[in-house]
């Protein structure tokens, strides 16, 4: 930094500050508004409006909707569809990625390809959902928001090129030492793989906390609705907010529908704030190694 | 003589196929555990990726769901006819292009835009902070995304009405007037994912060799000219890069954006309705299934030409940037 900075470049500068700084505004102002709407009470934001600061600060739509088991089941159903997925999408793709790794496998290329040609061409959603629905007969099971989403193509090729990185020699001198295929997985790659599992896990862990499109097609019962699906239920109609009051007896009580909404979205997001940090140091690797080797 | 050598080779050519079908199985004995690892994803590619394709022929099927696949009637083109004879179809493969191609360019302008201005930026605190904000949005799901619309566009107290009435301004019935949702939908898709694909194309910046500026600082260049000359043309391959790899989906809509937050309003369709969402409720609400899966096979089928057309301009334009 010997050369001094000129007047304009200066200015430039500025500029570019003044305008991340707007944009990041911008990102944040939804979540500020949605969390002081939630905190407010239900006839101050009928009589003013969403808000920007809790106008009547009050917790009742959260007391509301935690003395109803609807959330806490949905916290369960969405808990378990992204423990128990994740898992299992990592033990698949792990093992399928490190086969297509190894370079004396000879049909490692024909396998990729036979993966690589559902990225391009599907079969649509009619096929799918017939099949799952009627000839799986999955309907109304939990296992239908982890096994047809349990493998991603790309995940899997991410995590392939990642292994295929790895130094050949270290495979080579323990096959030597007498290693098998499985100590070699299991003792070598894996450990030094950890960093590139943990991405791809949250890359799973994400789309499976996230989903509500299979529960839409595929879930009728109400105990097994995940969150996502619950948010967009109460979004649209008035079941779920009028379960939660009918315990109310107090006179004149008018169900709280839009600061219950707020709230409820609210809990949703929460353990993703919560995890937020690993959540964006992982996707940002993750990128990485796909951007310069995808 | 040339018949004992013609009869020679018989032999010889039996022992090669025997060669070939005895080294398969030599291969797949030797290398059984890693063939063992990858058997149950290549089973479930087979049912949940294969299997759909078989369920193709229902779009040439008058399909019943009693009959199922195998018993159902076969009726040539006539789903195709129906759908193109409807009129809907102009509708929402215009939207989706007009969408799609508004998301793309949006999207990319200000992921590049904002990767080259925090670049350029100083604090670490301020650049830290910042850029977890901008990242923040894309882990979010669009039925959470869906609430937070609802507190700006809605005609008593949203955000939005609140503003102009300040000014005196009649209320905005944004869920009436589908003119606006081309723009709010841009503005959604650049909160949701412009700080998150800016990330790639920082990647890129970071791997350009800073001799580069500092020669160009000892010529006199100001910051302008080294973004304009220096940061730009060396990002332009990793944009086509993912422009191209975006074209080649520029036919399927984006279902979980639009259904979480236009749903089922149909005053907002003649701008909204895609041809994902309008094949989801021919399916849902009207059950029919061989339409659907018509439509959806020409969309497949589009989408993967397309994929292929784009890939060979891409290697003809810029080889480095084709996928394969």
Redesign the interface.
Known sequence: MS?K??F??RI??MF??I???L??V???I??W??IA?SLTTEAS??K???MFWPSEFSLDAYKLIFQDNTIYKSYGVTTFVTVVGTALSMI??S??A???S?K????RNH?AF??YF?M????????????IS?YLDMKDSIWVLII?S??S?WN?FLLRNFFASIDDSIAESAKIDGA???YI?FRIILPISLPAIATIGLFYA?SY?????DAMLYINNKDLFPL??L??RI??NLDFINQISADVTLPNFIPPAMTV??AT?VV??GP?IFL?PF??KY??KG??V???KG | MSEATASALTPQEATKKRGKFAAFIYELIKNKFLYLLALPGMLWFFVFAYLPMVGIIIAFQDFKAMKGILGSEFVGLKNFQFFFRSGDWIQIVTNTLFLNTLFIVFNTLAAVVIAVMVTELGGKWFKKITQSVMIFPHFLSWTVVAMFVMAFVATDGGFINQFIALFGFEPIQFLSSPGYWPLILVLLKIWHGAGFGSIVYMATISGINPDIYESASIDGASRFQKIRFITLPLLKPTVILLTILAVGGIFNGDFGMIYAIVGRNPMLYPTTDVIDTYLFRSMMDLGDMSMSAAIGFMQSLVGFILVLTVNAIAKKVAPESAIF
């Open positions: 050369i900075e000129s304009s470049d430039l500068k570019f500050y305008a991340i700084a944009f990041s911008y990102c944040l939804p979540f508004s949605v709407s934001l009928v003013n409006g969403y698949f793709t093992a399928m490190y086969t297509l190894v004396s496998v000879k049909y396998m036979y993966i559902t391009l061409f599907h079969g649509g959603l009619v096929a799918t959902y017939l099949l009627k047809p349990m493998l193509a899997m098998n295929d499985a997985l994400l906390w996230n989903k509500w499109f996502q699906y948010i967009q979004m649209n909404r707020l979205t949703t997001i993703i937020y959540l964006q996707f940002v990128l990485m796909g951007a310069v």
